[in-house]
């Protein structure tokens, strides 16, 4: 096979990219996924339900074998890999993700050229979010109205009862209930923004960019359930890559230009096995050297996070189980030293998972907005089926560290606030941790023993905290974290999780940076006929739920590609 733009990658970013760049009938487009295929009329129905609880636990939707370890090595020597979620389907994130459609602060993209990634201001990326979007709910000059993508806020027949409490509590304690999550930056309290088609249903780009329309073109291929096993070149130059099909069997796909737009996680990967990367890594497992770039696979960031949950009495629980969960989420400043406005965000949950207990918690799910902690990762073996080895090393900068106790704390204070007396019962700290995960995959056995305990819990009355300290925080409790810094500090380091928004493994940067990997416009540094396109290009995390922000770098890198940039 071969073509004029093989992209390499069908999620977010590579549904973008394949239906850009297939507008022009004179260019050939082959799109590769790795996971299966997502189309009209061909999606299941937990990708199809505006409440996303189960989709992203099913492991046929994700990379099953890909884990991380969380914490800093420093601190949390005992730490153990985690399953880490990331999208194996054709739309990718946009397909499982909790359909928050927000975009982040204008000075993240101002930051990002100040870092050296020229031209990628708020001033060159506002006009791109622009045409992305059909906001059914605001206009103005910050919105858009004709995009792909439909975004909306929940109703108020919508929300929940203790979503709209927390929101009117925070606003008494001096947190405003503002109107538009993307409108102007402030902090606040705000119906989320999430990008819910007018049937209500999800809207992966793998439906709103790859339209029946789009697939008939006959320029454009797509390949599902085939894997990139490694690039191929000719001297510098990409000239096109090795593919696996599902059943085993390999082949070569040659292409002027190759674009990768894998994740953070599978694009610097893929770049590693092909020979671009540390030189003396690749040696180590015998990958010839093609370009020597210390910057592949560093710079790894993400948004750490930890929850205050409550368990939620009759009155205060989601009526409609197909809702959409993250109805709301409250914006703040943590005023340390040197942090940007809005660098706080907690999702306001309705409920805290699609299981009987889930139904029945509540939670307000906090992350570190601008986060300064970096990880890295790096191969394990050549071989394409091994997983690279991915550490985060959240809360290495201790910035973060004081943030998330903050957040904490802060989350207790309202959670116990009188204002919410009636549609909160006991209170207790909770993080997404590998037991959680492991107690939420479906299954009968799962499903017996989270609906015998979700019945003891309703049923307990006094006894309930006691309960849950015993059975859910094991043993921990929300006044010994309060009153001990030391159990907090632990806590917090213990239990950090991440929101699945891995970013920065491939950053933009100029030429005479040893650690960046592409230009501004994504070309791979040292070599020719290839570039990446997707969250891997962030130099600086934005404060924003990532999906957004990566539509928008595909949306420019093909726009890029188009001008012959």
């Known amino acids: 096979m071969n073509t004029d733009i093989l992209i390499l990658g069908g999620g977010s970013a590579g549904c973008v990219l394949a239906a850009r760049l297939s507008e022009d009938p004179q260019r050939g487009v082959i799109l590769v996924e790795a996971g ?4 009209v009329g061909d999606i299941p129905p937990e990708v199809r339900a505006r409440y996303p609880g189960r989709a992203y636990l099913d492991s046929s939707n994700i990379w099953s074998r890909l884990t991380a370890l969380m914490g800093d090595a420093a601190r949390n020597a005992g730490r153990r890999p985690r399953r880490y979620e990331q999208a194996r389907i054709l739309g990718g994130g946009s397909a499982i993700n909790a359909l928050m459609a927000n975009r982040g602060a204008p000075g993240d993209y101002d930051e990002w050229e100040e870092l050296g990634a020229q031209g990628w201001n708020w001033e060159s990326c506002l006009p791109v979010f622009r045409t992305m979007e059909a906001d059914r709910d605001v206009d103005g000059p910050l919105h858009g109205d004709s995009g792909p993508l439909v975004l909306r806020r929940i109703s108020d027949a919508q929300i929940s009862p203790f979503v709209r409490r927390v929101m009117t509590t925070l606003d008494r304690r001096g947190h405003p209930i503002r109107p538009d999550q993307n409108g102007i930056w402030e902090d606040g309290t705000f119906r989320g923004v999430v990008a819910v088609d007018d049937h209500g249903e999800r809207q992966p780009t793998s439906l709103a960019y790859l339209t029946p329309e789009v697939r008939r073109r006959p320029n454009l291929t797509i390949l599902t359930d085939h894997a990139a096993t490694r690039l191929l070149f000719e001297g510098t130059r990409a000239v096109g890559a090795e593919v696996e099909a599902a059943g085993g069997r390999r082949f070569s796909i040659a292409a002027r230009q190759v674009v990768l737009a894998a994740g953070a996680i599978h694009s610097p990967a893929l770049l590693l096995r092909s020979g671009i990367g540390p030189a003396e890594d690749l040696r180590a497992l015998g990958i010839p050297v093609v370009c020597d770039r210390r910057g592949v696979g560093r710079n790894l960031m993400e948004h750490p996070s930890i929850a205050v949950a409550t368990w939620l009495p009759p009155r205060s629980r989601e009526r409609n189980l197909d809702e959409h969960h993250e109805q709301a989420i409250w914006r703040y400043s943590s005023g340390l030293p040197g942090t940007p406005a809005g660098d706080m965000h907690a999702a306001i949950l309705s409920r805290a998972g699609w299981h009987a207990v889930g139904q029945r918690t509540g939670s307000l799910f906090f992350w570190v907005n601008k986060s300064y902690s970096r990880g890295f990762l790096w191969l394990a073996s050549a071989d394409p089926r091994c997983e690279p080895e991915v550490d985060f090393r959240m809360l290495s900068d201790e910035r973060d560290l004081v943030r998330l106790k903050s957040a904490l704390r802060m989350g207790a204070q309202v959670l116990l606030d009188p204002g919410m007396d009636g549609f909160r019962d006991v209170v207790f700290p909770a993080s997404y941790t590998p037991r959680v995960a492991r107690i939420a995959v479906p299954g009968a056995w799962n499903a017996l023993q989270r609906g015998v305990l979700a019945g003891m819990l309703d049923r307990a009355g006094p006894l309930r905290a006691a309960l849950i300290h015993a059975v859910v925080t094991q043993g921990i409790t929300l006044s010994g974290l309060l009153a001990d810094d030391d159990a907090l500090t632990d806590f917090v380091r213990t239990n950090v999780g991440g929101t699945w928004h891995p970013s920065g493994t491939c950053r933009m940067g ?5 650690l ?21 290009l962030m130099p600086s995390i934005p404060r924003a739920n990532t999906n957004m922000p990566t539509v928008m770098i595909a949306e420019r890198i093909a726009a890029f590609i188009r001008e012959g940039r």
Do not use: I, K, M, Y
């Open 510 to 514: 100029q030429a005479d940076d040893p």
């Open 516 to 536: 960046a990997v592409t230009s501004p416009t994504g070309a791979v540094l040292g070599v020719e006929g290839l570039r990446v396109a997707d969250a891997s």
């Open 36 to 39: 299966r295929n997502v189309s």
